[in-house]
């Protein structure tokens, strides 16, 4: 296996898994004997996959009024990733642009100002110029219809990945949209080498979800965070304020894993400004 010795690191501790050798319970402090992690029933930290009124559908959300949300949610972090402007009604290049004299603490919740930019074809361009995600703290990149035509497995696929190459982009976004079918194997492999996360999207794994049946495909990412010890991202998706910080149906993914604490970067929202920062 290529990744027998990957070594993920963050807020100067060392998360390593070396070979393919069992996980046996005593590797990682995020887990109890019984293999069943403490960690879902603690609160999360951050959130920041979130959609405000600037999306142009879904909510009529104020930045003030998700972070009231996130309040409520007890959340510590808030990260506003409203759509870039190539979908119908989303966020002006100008909206991006002032996101840098927004507020970086608002009712004691720290504050991150980012995009959920699209990607636009199968040479994973995106829809916001470099010069405009330079001023962001984060950027998710996502591929949605019908900004883009769902390809093939292997154009779906490649897409992302040369997304990701992008300095910018930190995250994907649900890439287990049925719509644009992956490669998962593939996707994680490149995710570790550029740098980024790959999200569990909440939305996507809800019952009422319209990205189809997801759950192979983060069920994969999630048995391959734990293999390879390499960290994820639970998003809520939320247009507006009712489901920040909720990520009910990516917990029970993540338990289904036995993904450990560690490894989920909202419970800690200084290892995710961590990992931002590293790339
Ligand atoms: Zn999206
Ligand atoms: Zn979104």
């Known amino acids: 296996m290529a990744y027998q010795n990957y070594i993920y690191r963050t807020s100067g501790r060392n998360y390593a898994r070396a070979g393919c050798t069992q996980r046996d319970g005593s590797e990682d402090s995020g887990r109890t004997g019984s293999g069943v992690s403490p960690a879902f029933s603690e609160r999360y930290e951050v ?71 699209d990607i636009t074809n199968h040479r994973g361009d995106l829809d916001l110029s470099d010069d405009v995600l330079k001023g962001l703290d984060y950027v998710i990149a996502s591929m949605h219809s019908p900004v883009i035509k769902p390809g093939t497995v292997e154009e779906n696929t490649a897409a992302y990945i040369e997304a990701m190459k992008n300095p910018h982009v930190s995250v994907i976004g649900h890439c287990d949209d049925t719509k644009f079918p992956v490669d998962p194997f593939r996707l994680f492999d490149a995710a570790m080498k550029y740098h980024v996360l790959l999200e569990i999207n909440n939305s996507s794994l ?45 917990e029970d993914a993540a338990r289904l894993a036995k993904v450990p604490r560690s490894l989920i970067l909202n419970h800690s929202s200084e290892a995710l400004l961590s990992f931002l920062a590293e790339k």
């Open 47 to 117: 959130d920041i996959h979130t959609h405000t009124i600037a999306s142009g559908h879904g909510s009529g959300a104020t930045i003030t009024d998700m972070v009231k949300a996130a309040k409520a949610r007890q959340l510590k972090m808030l990260g506003i990733s409203d759509h870039g402007p190539a979908i119908l009604g989303g966020g002006r290049v100008s909206y991006f642009r002032n996101l840098k004299y927004a507020q970086r603490e608002r009712l004691g919740i720290k504050m991150l100002y980012g995009a959920e930019a």
């Open 206 to 250: 809800s019952p009422d979800g319209y990205r189809g049946d997801t759950k192979y495909t983060d069920l994969v990412l999630l048995n391959l965070s734990v293999h390879f010890n390499y960290p994820v991202l639970f998003s809520s998706d939320s247009h507006g304020t009712e489901h920040v910080g909720d990520f009910t149906y990516a």
